[in-house]
């Protein structure tokens, strides 16, 4: 009882210094901020700190953003950053989330057990190590997404249940506290700009919402195309976070929220006013612990069913990878060959070039989570891995286009074997083309993205090598399908191809940093 009572004068001189220059929180001297003596925890005996950055340096593009920055966040601590635009806030949030890349220094976290561990350091390391709320500056929301999906999805990606009854009751009061109940079954794509705003904000403090114990959440900008009421209920609810242990970096320019904050942080003639963090971080990244499996494993399945969901919803692999392969079917088809004055080999690529163009076509998936810069968002909840997704629909349109084309070419094939065995091994092989190339179309999205201009390298220029393998892959299905016996080593050809296809997707994984 003493520790809270402590704790909560704290707080409350930490918010009165913040106004006054007196007490534990940052003053005001000569247009100069004089940061107090207390820098949260250090490791005699104290809980860890929900946020930790150490000696942070970071450029976009030739420019350095962050120069030996250190930061610290602990519980019931709600630190605001101020400045002229541009001038670091957002890079210093984003990079507190592990989105950013780091020249130098390291971004911790504190795990379930307590303690504090790597979620981002220069070496390249990524690990999702405890759930935290994010809300960015853009609305990293789907316009073909409900918005008690997106709540839902946010929950999930942090550990939670969302069919719990308990997790539904939650979101229900929150939604009716934010006004957003009568519009929870509505795309987000029919919502006006600022109660869009009111999703995106919800979606980064659910989260802590729900949280039973203390939980770091992360706002850009969040007032952001609010109403006075809107920054009113989220003034009053980053407080209410505060007062029960969770603790904010919050970025704005707002005078109500900056009102809430235990710890004010400003820009002046281009830097942080930072003092280093008297703290002692470990050397050595922790291992996988069962929590950061689990919230790894959580966020993939709730990817998988958020992208199911939405195809479901807008048949985004049929109008895409289906349109595609239709397209080149067709074309194909429209040259009017007679396929048997071909050769086997030039029969079996034009049977399989539908496939191959299928495969060719980037997920659904991939343009779901990049809409109003939600990638940043997925990368933050998924630690470089953006959400890749389910493409089994893709893979069955590929076998349903090659079934046709086979129908559709009517090429007596010299193998003595059931046709219908032929049929399916044919389909099969086309559903593998399939997964092969869109395993290397998402890897080299994954690539593209990892950089800081995604579109500064035109790496689809890479994709016509995709063509030897391919050749090499239909010619040794025609030499199989050309013995009156055929052998498994009559596919050698074929299994070759698919070994180059896997090394240029195991390439573009080991160029994407790790």
């Known amino acids: 009882m003493l520790e809270v009572l402590l704790h909560e004068v704290r707080r409350l001189l930490c918010k009165r210094g913040g106004k006054s220059g007196i007490g534990l929180g940052p003053t005001l001297a000569n247009n100069r901020i004089i940061e107090p003596q207390w820098r949260g925890p250090t490791n005699m005996g104290e809980e860890s700190p929900l946020l930790l950055c150490k000696g942070l340096e970071v450029r976009r593009g030739l420019r350095t953003i962050l120069k030996n920055v250190d930061l610290v966040v602990d519980e019931g601590e709600v630190v605001v950053l101020r400045g002229d635009n541009g001038c670091g806030k957002s890079t210093l949030l984003e990079t507190a989330a592990g989105i950013r890349m780091l020249r130098k220094g390291t971004v911790f976290h504190r795990t379930a057990e307590g303690e504090i561990a790597i979620i981002r350091n220069s070496h390249g390391h990524r690990e999702i190590v405890s759930p935290f709320g994010l809300t960015l500056q853009k609305l990293a929301l789907c316009g073909d997404e409900l918005v008690i999906e997106r709540l ?112 004010t942080i400003e820009w002046e003639n281009g830097n942080p006013n930072l003092t280093e963090v008297d703290y002692k971080v470990p050397t050595k990244k922790m291992s996988s612990t069962t929590k950061s499996i689990r919230l790894h494993t959580s966020t993939i399945r709730a990817e998988s069913k958020w992208v199911s969901r939405l195809d479901r919803r807008t048949w985004g692999s049929f109008s895409s990878a289906g349109i595609a392969g239709l397209v080149a079917l067709l074309l194909v088809l429209s040259f009017n060959l007679k396929m048997n004055e071909y050769t086997r080999e030039w029969n079996t690529l034009l049977v399989f070039m539908p496939a191959m163009v299928v495969g060719l076509i980037p997920p659904q998936s991939l343009n779901w989570a990049s809409e109003n810069g939600g990638r940043e968002w997925w990368d933050a909840m998924s630690a470089g891995n953006t959400p890749m997704g389910n493409p089994i629909q893709q893979r069955l349109i590929g076998g349903v286009i090659t079934i046709i084309a086979i129908i559709s070419f009517k090429y007596e094939w010299e193998v003595q074997i059931d046709s219908i065995a032929v049929y399916l091994l044919m389909v099969g092989l086309a559903i593998l083309l399939v997964i092969l190339n869109t395993n290397i179309v998402v890897a080299q999205r994954r690539l593209v993205n990892s950089l800081e201009r995604s579109n500064a390298l035109l790496f689809n220029l890479f994709l016509p090598l995709l063509i030897y393998p391919f050749i090499l892959f239909t010619n040794g299905i025609a030499q199989f399908l050309g013995n009156v016996n055929p052998v498994l080593g009559d596919l050698q050809n074929t299994l070759a191809g698919i070994a180059i296809f896997y090394c240029i997707y195991l390439a573009l994984r080991l160029l994407k940093p790790q």
């Not at 999805?153 to 249940?161: I, R, S, T």
């Not at 979101?171 to 519009?183: C, Y």
């Not at 009421?229 to 003034?235: E, F, H, P, S, V």
Request: no cysteine.
């Open 152 to 263: 839902e999805l946010a929950l999930k990606v942090a550990g939670f249940e969302p069919e719990d009854e308990e997790v539904q009751q939650l979101i229900q009061q929150t939604m009716e506290r934010w006004g957003l109940e009568h519009r929870k079954n509505d795309r987000i794509a029919w919502l006006s700009g600022g109660l869009a705003r009111r999703v995106s904000i919800l979606a980064g403090l659910l989260p802590a919402i729900g949280a039973k114990k203390p939980t770091l959440f992360l706002l850009d900008e969040p007032d952001s195309g609010l109403d006075d009421k809107g920054i009113k209920i989220l003034a009053k609810t980053i407080s209410e976070l505060s007062e029960k242990g969770h603790g904010a970096l919050v970025a704005t320019h707002n005078e109500t929220i900056g009102d809430v904050a235990t710890r």
